[in-house]
């Protein structure tokens, strides 16, 4: 597996879109970084987890992106990051908090089977990995009104992320999703059957392009 320079990584951590100037960067951090970005390009060969293949593009254009989540997070949050994939936005925040309690949601077999092993190489504690369709779990003890936080990257349209998310959330926990700048929200004034829009930040990527960063909170159950 390559190995990303240290340079590379402290370069898209400290990038100022990012805003993470308060965040210390020590050694296990970087080299975790590099062993995720490393492990994420080893297994692009055998399954298709993302269209970036080598280990820098999946940094610039992946984990940066991920990263921009963590405006809205912090250690104390339990967090929930549904169809996780990649492990993505779930595993580069856990590298910066790595006291997270994290959970990554995925329905794909082999998918699951990269995030137990990406796990395990970066020996990071306090994730599980839940295997099948969120609805699945959505009325399940353990996760039915749960987490802090819940995470989409890619997963579908808002209404369709607030139906499946909102089932996980503590009242006044928060759905943090990134979608295209065109997607307008479902209502006009902001507001959903149980829920608000709390912020919507345009953000840019490493390379400038644009998307939107949307925060829905729960209000009832």
Not at 84 to 108: F, N, R, V, Y
Not at 190 to 200: H, L, V, Y
Request: hydrophobic share 40%; aromatic share 8%; glycine share 8%.
């Amino acid at each position: 597996m390559s190995t990303l320079p240290k340079q590379k990584i402290l370069a898209v951590l400290n990038h100022s879109r990012l805003e993470l100037s308060g965040v210390q960067f020590p050694d296990e951090m970087i080299d975790r970084f590099q062993k995720f970005c490393a492990i994420l390009q080893k297994w692009n060969d055998k399954i298709n987890l993302t269209s970036e293949k080598d280990a820098l593009s999946i940094l610039e254009k992946h984990v940066f992106d991920s990263l921009q989540y963590l405006r809205w997070l912090d250690p104390s949050h339990k967090t929930l990051d549904i169809g996780s994939g990649a492990g993505l936005p779930g595993i580069p925040i856990k590298i910066i908090h790595p006291g997270l309690d994290l959970t990554l949601m995925e329905s794909q077999r082999k998918r699951c089977s990269f995030l137990r092993e990406a796990i395990r190489a970066l020996k990071l504690e306090g994730v599980e990995v839940a295997e099948g369709r969120a609805e699945s779990f959505s009325n399940q003890e353990a996760f039915s009104g749960k987490f802090d936080r819940v995470c989409f990257r890619g997963f579908s349209s808002l209404d369709t992320c607030l139906a499946v998310g909102l089932p996980f959330l503590k009242v006044n926990g928060m759905i943090i999703l990134k979608k295209s700048p065109e997607e307008m929200p479902g209502s006009a004034d902001g507001t959903f059957k149980n829920a608000r829009i709390m912020e919507s930040k345009e953000v840019e990527g490493f390379e400038g392009q644009g998307s939107l960063m949307m925060v829905i909170e729960k209000c009832s159950t």
